[in-house]
T-cell receptor
Framework: SQTIHQWPATLVQPVGSPLSLECTVE??????LYWYRQAAGRGLQLLFY??????ISSEVPQNLSASRPQDRQFILSSKKLLLSDSGFYLC??????????FGQGTRLTVV | KQEVTQIPAALSVPEGENLVLNCSFT??????LQWFRQDPGKGLTSLLL?????REQTSGRLNASLDKSSGRSTLYIAASQPGDSATYLC?????????????FGKGTLLTVNP
């Protein structure tokens, strides 16, 4: 069966520090991968999505970037975090007719 | 650009009541539509998935319908329970020009009072 792993679960980082969040999927090949951010009390904002290795689509201009170095690996990064980067980050994958599945999320607090 | 709207934004009902949550989308070129549940501080749990060729799906006390031509879906919850309290999110996966983009509504916050 397919599983999605996202880590870490929580993260506290100082302003100006780098960020790397990793998401991996098991049990499927060539998934479509997504990064979302959910600010406190707000909806899900699509940040990036990828339909293949090295193919990244960015939805909103921001302080973040994404990479897909392997088929089932999706990484969210920042060189210098801002206070406004705080939020709940969710990784998801979709595959054909079985719909979308989400990781457990990373709660990032920038201090 | 696909836009997904959910109405109402919040709903409070007494236990045992049947209720309907609404979702609408602007671009009917969708691959499928999915309803999720999110508990506070948690990730998303998939409830029901409706393929674009289907009209409805059922799971226990939940029934979701899809009218692709009018860009609407409803989630019906029968005999609501306090444990149903959560935020319910509707999402569509685009086809055609917006291939594979997974777009969410802002959700409906449901509170079921004992």
């Amino acid at each position: 069966s397919q599983t999605i792993h996202q880590w870490p679960a929580t993260l506290v980082q100082p302003v100006g520090s780098p960020l790397s969040l990793e998401c991996t999927v098991e049990g499927t090949s060539n998934p479509n991968l997504y990064w979302y951010r959910q600010a406190a009390g707000r909806g899900l904002q699509l940040l990036f999505y990828s339909v293949g290795i090295g193919q990244i689509s960015s939805e909103v201009p921001q302080n973040l970037s994404a990479s897909r170095p392997q088929d089932r690996q999706f990484i969210l990064s920042s060189k210098k975090l801002l206070l406004s980067d705080s939020g709940f980050y969710l990784c998801a994958w979709t595959g054909g007719t079985i719909g979308a599945f989400f990781g457990q999320g990373t709660r990032l607090t920038v201090v | 650009k696909q836009e997904v709207t959910q109405i109402p934004a919040a709903l409070s009902v007494p236990e045992g009541e049947n209720l309907v949550l609404n979702c609408s989308f602007t671009d009917s070129a969708i691959y499928n539509l999915q309803w999720f549940r999110q508990d506070p501080g948690k990730g998303l749990t998939s409830l029901l998935l409706i393929q674009s060729s289907q009209r409805e799906q059922t799971s226990g006390r939940l029934n979701a319908s899809l009218d692709k031509s009018s860009g609407r879906s409803t989630l019906y919850i029968a005999a609501s329970q306090p444990g149903d309290s959560a935020t319910y999110l509707c999402a569509v996966i685009g086809s055609g020009g917006s291939n594979y983009k997974l777009t969410f509504g802002k959700g409906t916050l449901l509170t079921v009072n004992p």
